[in-house]
């Protein structure tokens, strides 16, 4: 069994409404399943969106010189973690 | 009296000419850099270069160049892409960043090269140096062919209009890639025949562009394309001061262009070109102005198509977009050739998507087509007939052969295409196919 938690459907409503994708709904997003590629089927345009939908919400900037980011943009469930461990970390000062 | 050959560059050995790593890479140690991978290079007739670290690539550029040899461009990263040119041009050696699976290619290894003290190396200005492809699909794309002395004589040509007038040294930070010729004559070849410092990497999201443009010294200026420039202006990142930003390859509106102005401080000037001439004129977009032509060009008119011709270019060039032209020579872009499409700035054909489309087995009817003809950089869609594969089937039969950007979205499965008696197919009625359909599967 592999449902979404609170986070992951959140990130998958945003992706979903920031892509304009026809047809899939944020809840049909399988957190394992690749968004690249096979599965959602994204591209470079798509996550360059998605990048700046999650520096807009929630202050997280991706950077592609992380090899980080190329496991972090395989399926949901690593995106909805890199986001929400950056997210958590606290603010110096 | 014009010599038959021209030098690899024209910088001076301590000037810098590439900032890689956060540090600068002055032009004598880039020519011991060419002179150790050219000792390196086996026998080829042709190199295919796919370097990503803009360096590399312009280290590997610079070793075929010395060899007499033609540098391959492929326009997208695909296999079967890289599998159609090498089929074509037979004796390629492929030059690569990293080793890679699936690909027989030869890592630049900069670590590698011994610091030979070499001489300049001087070029035939009729050789052979680039040959760039203008299709975003693998159908049938053309071969560009530039020899080196073209390449070099548009470098001076468009020196005023990427620079500025003072024209003097800068730092370039690029999202192109080189093998793009919008890439290459901004950043590659300005730092070979002009006094650019070229940042060695390819930064895609905005906080990569602002780690690149951080290690680039000042003056700097930007070379993009509006995909990115909106992902910058929307990213909420503060920026260092940049002089001057140049974007191409598709449109950019006057209120995104204003908004790029304010985030830089500096000025945006839109570059209109095409693999075929490379860049040509420019706007300062921000105000809305008209079109003009470079200095160097010949404008013919026949029947509504515009030509240009230039010393630079073997031959006059159709124009692939309508322009309307004011008594001052100044213009407007009023559309564009139908086959032509654009996405995320990238060029491809239509012709080529549809054809494609039907070819994948199991497909018996499809057609893909733009969803609004007034909006430019926007997704294909596509309607298919099919008894046997799905959409997810489709799309992965077809990333083998088209660049993500153009697979279509949406791509819906369809019982028939509303095809007339005589077999056509209207606009009006595949859209209203393609609305009807989307309805249902939203259950409306």
Same mark, same amino acid.
């Not at chain 1, 010189?65 to 980080?68: C, F, P, Q, S």
């Not at chain 2, 620079?163 to 024209?167: N, Q, R």
């Not at chain 2, 993500?404 to 979205?409: E, L």
């Given at each position: 069994m592999n449902s979404q938690t609170g986070f992951e459907r959140e990130l998958a409503d945003v992706i979903v409404e920031v892509l304009a994708? %026809?047809?899939?709904?944020?809840?049909?997003?399988?957190?394992?399943? %690749?968004?690249?590629?096979?599965?959602?089927?994204?591209d470079s345009i798509d996550a360059l969106e998605i990048a700046v939908a999650i520096a807009q919400r929630y202050g997280v900037q991706l950077r592609a010189?992380?090899?980080?980011t190329k496991r972090v943009f395989a399926c949901l469930r690593s995106l909805a973690q890199h986001v929400e461990s950056r997210r958590a970390a606290p603010k110096a000062g | 009296m014009v010599p038959d050959t021209l030098p690899l560059l024209v910088r001076g050995? &301590?000037?810098?000419m590439a900032v890689r790593d956060g540090r600068l890479v002055l032009a004598a140690e880039y020519v011991t850099h060419v002179e150790g991978l050219r000792r390196q290079?086996?026998?080829?007739?042709c190199i295919i270069n796919l370097c990503e670290d803009r360096y590399r690539f312009t280290v590997g550029f610079g070793a075929a160049l010395a060899c007499g040899l033609p540098t391959l461009l492929p326009p997208n990263p695909l296999p079967e892409t890289l599998h159609t040119i090498r089929e074509a041009w037979p004796g390629s050696v492929v030059l690569a960043d990293k080793p890679a699976l699936n690909i027989d290619s030869m890592v630049v290894s900069l670590e590698s090269l011994s610091a030979i003290p070499a001489r300049l190396p001087e070029i035939s200005? /009729? &050789?052979?140096?680039a040959v760039l492809f203008t299709?975003?699909?693998?159908?049938?794309s053309m071969p560009q062919r530039k020899t080196w002395g073209a390449l070099v004589e548009g470098t001076h040509l468009n020196r005023p209009h990427y620079? &500025?007038?003072?024209?003097g040294p800068c730092a370039v930070v690029s999202t192109?890639?080189?093998? /793009?010729m919008y890439g290459l004559e901004t950043t590659v070849m300005p730092s070979l025949h002009g006094p650019v410092t070229a940042h060695s990497a390819r930064p895609f999201y905005p906080a990569d562009v602002l780690a690149a443009l951080q290690e680039a010294p000042s003056p700097r200026i930007l070379v993009s394309t509006p995909v990115h420039l909106r992902a910058l202006v929307n990213s909420g990142l503060a920026f260092p001061s940049v002089s001057r930003i140049l974007s191409a390859t598709a449109p950019i509106d006057t209120a995104l262009a204003a908004k790029v102005e304010r985030l830089f401080g500096g000025e945006l000037i839109e570059i209109y070109g095409c693999t075929e001439v490379g860049s040509m004129a420019s706007r300062r977009a921000a105000v809305g102005e008209r079109w003009r032509f470079f200095h160097g060009f010949d404008i013919s008119r026949q029947d509504g198509v515009t030509w240009v011709d230039a010393p630079h270019l073997t031959e006059a060039v159709r124009l692939p977009d309508q322009l309307e032209f004011a008594a001052d020579g100044s213009f407007m872009l009023a559309g564009r050739d139908a086959d032509l499409i654009k996405v995320g700035g990238k060029r491809g054909s239509l012709t080529d998507v549809n054809r494609l489309l039907t070819a994948v087995?199991?497909?018996e009817d499809a057609v893909a087509f733009r969803?609004?003809?007034?909006?430019?950089?926007a997704r294909l869609a596509a309607l298919f007939v099919s008894a046997t594969i799905d959409a997810n089937a489709l799309r992965a039969s077809l990333r083998q052969s088209l660049d993500?950007?153009?697979?279509?979205?949406?791509m819906l499965r369809v019982?028939?295409?509303?095809?007339?008696?005589? &077999?056509k197919l209207s606009r009006a009625a595949v859209l209203e196919l393609l609305r009807e359909t989307l309805a249902s599967a939203r259950g409306d």
């Open positions: 994708l %026809p047809g899939t709904r944020g809840e049909d997003i399988a957190p394992d399943a %690749p968004l690249f590629g096979d599965g959602l089927g994204l010189e992380d090899e980080e | 050995p &301590g000037e810098p290079l086996p026998d080829a007739a200005r /009729h &050789g052979l140096a299709s975003g699909s693998t159908g049938p620079l &500025g007038a003072t024209a192109v890639p080189a093998q /793009h087995p199991g497909v969803v609004d003809e007034d909006v430019d950089d993500p950007a153009f697979i279509p979205r949406p019982a028939a295409l509303p095809r007339s008696a005589a &077999g």
